[in-house]
């Protein structure tokens, strides 16, 4: 007999097979013939819902590679041993799909979840995603723009350790570099940035490689890079420290071969102290210091002076070696230093990075064009919480704006104005406020200096406080008013003859009202979603927008269709309230029923998913509150919103007015 | 001179460097009695500039720090209550006024706009105060100058001169010192070796390319010369420059680490 979990846990995992035979009839008996290896492999009592939930995903995005992923799982049911490494695959060839089908193809055909099982790795994968910001910073304050900083995809294929490598303004870097932790990790960074900064500064970029031989390209590069070193450290004296940390080449050490020689010049041209005997390293050596004491800019001299040592380490019978990288660890690949047309094409079929996918070849590529063309809303991008693998899911959902652009902009131009003139009224003092018996103010409070001077007069301790001075104003508050406007609001509240979507009308017309005409600042916003590529956004009255008849009629002529993906429109209004200068910011959700979407199966997904975007914007000053109508809210909500957070109001007629207390409540905090 | 505004004579010549002809022409407008407004990134030099010009023209320097809670009663003065009854106490521009003294407004922009407009009178040939609370005109002194100083960098679009506050001025833009200056400024202000001095320089200005994209300045000089002089106390150069340089220019985490990259491109790492 099953214990009871036992049977939810199948039950959901059936939902979600049904789920999936509807979307997609193929994948579904694909999977259906693969179930009996998977069960022998995982066992009778498999997390199958887990399983089932990322196969969906998949499906929803790009049926081929849900079915290629199907036939895999038949033969390798390895594939999904590690749940969490599977699902974090999975999202990641998602990810690819919407950049570059070809790699996402590629992907799911051939690359394998073990790269992601790695926990230190994706650890390490998470560190340089958040010191990404800092990184930029610190290189545009070498005067180097680079359009951004990537990682490099987990390594599946290959075992040689991925290089930093600068391609197309882009700076790549490794995952993870094994044996750096800790500290030494965010020192990594720096010596790399601060070595790719100085190759940008001094080095001669794309240079043909013409019929070099590998040896001598790779010589050039060595010499290269001490030479663009030095010309830095000569500014910035202490990257000398910086690099020096992590040359450690010795003769023990490194060797004798080509990679442990070029390692031991490299430390020799670095520092001064270091003592090698070998007599390449030393005529390297003496080479260098030569030509570095007559002229560092020359770099052709530099390259005369590599092909002698090439010719050496022909002599010597060395050659680089395959998977040789420029040591030490902090030197990216040189590859900026060479243009490769026109010389041998190295061989890409290992290195998916750098596989060149044609726009337009595609033909989803085509389609996305021509929308960018004719579409003339605005999309934003934002990030949604996966909370089983506790990270953020990067550009998950889109969140469009609808209206015409023009439109839009000229609402700008007014806000903008408007915007200054409210601001200015922040600096003027309210006059129609006075402070009065005050210790200390601008002028006399005449009756209270009369008093004084009476008190004074007949020997009595006065009061000193005889001034006063006008107050300032209130602190001002915007709120965001947020209506679902799925299409389940066109149901009828429970023993009432008005739709859900009528109430949330009447209650935006009370809240939108009452706080057009005082210093508070109100927006309606409405929102539905039709998967995660389009959440529907609208702006029924903007901050500086009146109430007037057009937003009226507006409001009026809403319908409500689709779904209720309540994070990204959370999001979306926490971006437009950033942009408020009040001093307290409010986003007031109505709604009538728990997050859901047509992509996601998963039940807690878009629950957590909100739960966290509250969380993001409480982070930024801005508080959630939310009004509900659903009689069974109370699971799901306090989860998102917090205990005191929320209201349900079942009754049609009384939730406008709930609407204004809370309204109420939530200014006078 | 009026022993009044004796205390704000300047008594000891303060340090000063001139990045260009900054002196002549300020001499010339002070002899003009053309008001001056000094534009400038904070901690360039504008206030030790005015200090450095009270010092050589032997002018009493009356010094305000505007806020945007000062109001016109704490420039032109306000009536107390003793104990015969009310009595007037002149506020610092008065006291410029009356006894002549230069009067200086530092970040003038931060009063509010109507504070501001009570040197209007004074800014045009008329050359009076009116003291409308008191119903009296004063009639300014002949040493009376005016000086007012700003930031236009970080302000908000809000925050601005009227055009009829602005065109009473003449106006001097300052800089940070190109950096062979700015080594002898901090070199000399804190006391540290000229190589010291460069390396903070050079900090600097890796931090001033930031500008823009995140800070809303750049370390000043004056932020160097407190390292500085930190370090000349015995403190270890990391530990001064992140007290004296990097804290305090920004609580944005990633730019903060970025700028301690850029004491380490300079210092090695700690």
Not at chain 1, 410 to 437: H, M
Request: hydrophobic share 40%.
């Amino acid at each position: 007999m099953k214990r009871p979990e036992e049977c939810s846990q199948a039950q959901s995992a059936d939902r979600r097979l049904e789920a999936l035979r509807n979307a997609d009839r193929r994948t579904h008996e694909v999977l259906r013939d693969a179930l009996p290896t998977l069960e022998a492999h995982l066992g009778p009592i498999g997390r199958w819902s887990e399983i089932f939930d990322s196969i969906c995903q998949l499906s929803m995005e790009d049926t081929e590679a849900a079915l290629t992923l199907a036939q895999r799982l038949r033969f390798e049911p390895s594939l999904v041993e590690n749940l969490v490494a599977f699902r974090r695959w999975v999202l990641y060839g998602i990810n690819l799909h919407s950049d570059s089908p070809k790699r996402s193809a590629w992907h799911f055909r051939v690359s394998s979840p073990s790269a992601f099982a790695n926990e230190d790795v994706e650890g390490d994968a998470a560190h340089l995603l958040s010191r990404r910001e800092a990184l930029l910073h610190y290189l545009h304050g070498f005067d180097v723009n680079l359009k951004g900083i990537d990682i490099h995809e987990p390594e599946v294929l290959s075992h040689r350790q991925a290089v930093s490598t600068v391609n197309q303004d882009l700076l790549w870097m490794p995952r993870s570099v094994p044996g750096i932790s800790g500290l030494e990790r965010d020192l990594l960074y720096r010596a790399t940035a601060a070595h790719v900064a100085a190759h940008l500064k001094f080095s001669p970029l794309s240079r043909p490689v013409g019929n070099r031989a590998l040896t001598l390209v790779s010589l050039i590069a060595l010499l290269e890079d001490a030479r663009v070193e030095r010309l830095m450290v000569r500014e910035y004296p202490g990257l000398h420290g910086l690099w020096g940390r992590f040359h450690t080449a010795t003769r023990e050490t490194a060797g004798f071969h080509f990679t442990g020689l070029a390692a031991r010049l490299a430390r020799a041209l670095h520092d001064p102290s270091y003592e090698d005997r070998n007599d390449w390293v030393v005529s390297g050596r003496r080479a260098f210091e030569n030509l570095a004491n007559r002229d560092l800019h020359d770099f052709l001299a530099f390259d005369a002076a590599a092909r002698e040592l090439t010719i050496q380490v022909n002599q010597m019978r060395q050659s680089v070696p395959s998977g040789y990288r420029p040591a030490p660890i902090y030197r990216d690949d040189n590859e900026l230093l060479w243009d490769r047309r026109g010389a041998t094409p190295i061989d890409e079929s290992v290195e998916p990075k750098y596989e060149v996918v044609e726009s337009g070849s595609e033909r989803s590529k085509e389609g996305v064009d021509e929308t960018v063309h004719n579409d003339v809303r605005r999309r934003f991008r934002y990030p949604e919480w996966d909370h089983r693998l506790d990270a953020l899911r990067e550009d998950w959902a889109t969140v469009i704006e609808s209206g015409p652009a023009a439109h839009r902009g000229a609402v700008n131009r007014f806000v903008q104005k408007q915007a200054q003139r409210v601001r200015g009224l922040e600096q003027t003092p309210d006059r129609s406020i006075r402070l009065n018996r005050l210790a200390e103010g601008d002028e006399l409070d005449l009756t209270a200096a009369v008093d004084g001077a009476i008190q004074q007069r007949s020997r009595l301790a006065p009061d000193g406080r005889i001034f006063r001075r006008h107050g300032l104003r209130h602190r001002a508050t915007a709120v965001v008013l947020l209506m679902d406007l799925s299409v389940s609001t066109r149901r009828f509240v429970p023993g009432s003859f008005t739709t859900v979507l009528e109430v949330e009308k009447r209650a935006a017309r009370v809240v939108a009202q009452a706080l057009d005409s005082g210093r508070d600042r109100v927006a309606v916003h409405g929102f539905a979603s039709n998967g995660r590529h389009e959440v529907n956004y609208q702006r029924i009255k903007d901050f500086d927008e009146p109430f007037g008849a057009e937003q009226q009629a507006r409001l009026a002529a809403l319908q409500g269709s689709l779904s209720t993906r309540m994070g990204a429109a959370l999001r979306h209004a926490s971006a437009a309230l950033d942009g408020q200068a009040v001093d307290h910011k409010v986003i007031l959700m109505l709604t009538d029923g728990e997050p859901s979407d047509v992509d996601v199966v998963e039940d807690e997904h878009l629950v957590e998913d909100a739960r966290h975007a509250v969380a993001s914007a409480a982070a930024r000053g801005i508080r959630t509150f939310c009004l509900t109508l659903d009689r069974q809210a109370d699971v799901y909500v306090r989860r998102i919103f917090g205990s005191r957070n929320y209201l349900i109001a079942d009754r049609a007629d009384a939730f406008a007015g709930h609407t204004g207390d809370a309204l109420v409540r939530l200014v006078a905090h | 001179m009026d022993e009044r505004v004796l205390p704000y004579l300047v008594a000891n010549e303060p340090y000063y460097h001139p990045t260009g002809n900054e002196i002549e022409v300020f001499s010339s407008a002070m002899d003009r009695r053309l008001p001056m407004m000094l534009k400038g990134p904070t901690g360039c030099g504008k206030t030790r500039f005015v200090e450095y010009m009270a010092w050589k023209l032997k002018r009493p320097l009356v010094t305000m720090a505007c806020n945007e809670d000062m109001t016109a009663s704490d420039l032109v003065g306000r009536w107390l209550l003793d104990a015969q009854g009310t009595v007037w106490q002149d506020g610092p521009l008065t006291l410029a006024v009356r006894y002549g003294a230069i009067c200086y407004l530092d970040e003038v922009v931060e009063a509010r706009q109507d504070t501001t407009v009570v040197i209007h009178p004074l800014t045009d040939d008329r050359r009076v105060l009116p003291l409308d609370k008191r119903g009296e005109v004063v009639h300014a002194h002949p040493d009376f100058r005016l000086v007012v100083s700003y930031n236009p960098g970080y302000q908000s679009v809000a925050k601005d001169l009227k055009p009829s506050t602005r065109q009473r001025f003449g106006a001097i833009d300052f800089d940070f010192p190109e950096a062979g200056v700015e080594v002898s400024v901090v070199e000399h202000e804190s006391e540290v070796s000229r190589d010291l001095a460069a390396k903070l320089v050079a900090v600097a200005a890796q931090s001033r390319a930031l500008r823009g994209r995140g800070l809303e300045e750049g370390m000043s000089t004056r932020m160097l010369v407190h390292a500085g002089g930190l370090i000349a106390a015995g403190i270890s150069v990391h530990e001064a420059c992140t007290v004296a340089m990097v804290a305090p220019l920004t609580d944005d985490r990633e730019i903060q680490s970025a700028l301690n990259g850029f004491v380490e491109a300079q210092f090695g790492p700690r």
